[in-house]
């Protein structure tokens, strides 16, 4: 039985999560595992609402932020993957972990 892990990485700061998933992937190409991605959709854009005064209902014009996402999928290699997705990050990038197993045929 192989494991599919894969880590979904957001941040508001592009330059950030673009050197942490470099940095995840220079590693695991060293180590000799097959390294899917990184997976780039578009960035989203959130705004929120910012009020002077919630009795009267006065507002400012809302806070707008962009948050960038990249998914990369480490398959097997299972001490690896669990090592990287471990490890410290910086406060700025945000990283989510999902374990799979996968059947192989034959």
Same mark, same amino acid.
């Given at each position: 039985m192989t494991f599919v892990t894969t880590l979904? %990485? #957001?941040? !508001?700061?592009?330059?950030?999560?673009? /050197?942490?998933v470099a940095d995840i992937k220079e590693t695991v190409e060293r180590k000799g595992a097959e390294f899917k991605g990184p997976h780039t959709p578009p960035p989203?854009?959130?705004?929120?609402?910012?009020?002077?005064? %919630? #009795?009267? !209902?006065?507002?400012?014009?809302?806070? /707008?932020?962009?948050v960038y996402t990249r998914t990369v999928e480490i398959v097997g290699h299972d001490e690896l993957a669990s090592s990287i997705a471990t490890r410290s990050f910086p406060d700025q990038v945000h990283v989510e972990a999902d374990v799979r197993s996968i059947q192989q045929s034959g």
């Open positions: 979904e %990485l #957001e941040s !508001g700061d592009r330059r950030a999560l673009d /050197s942490v989203e854009t959130l705004a929120v609402p910012l009020y002077d005064d %919630l #009795e009267r !209902g006065g507002h400012f014009d809302s806070w /707008s932020y962009t």
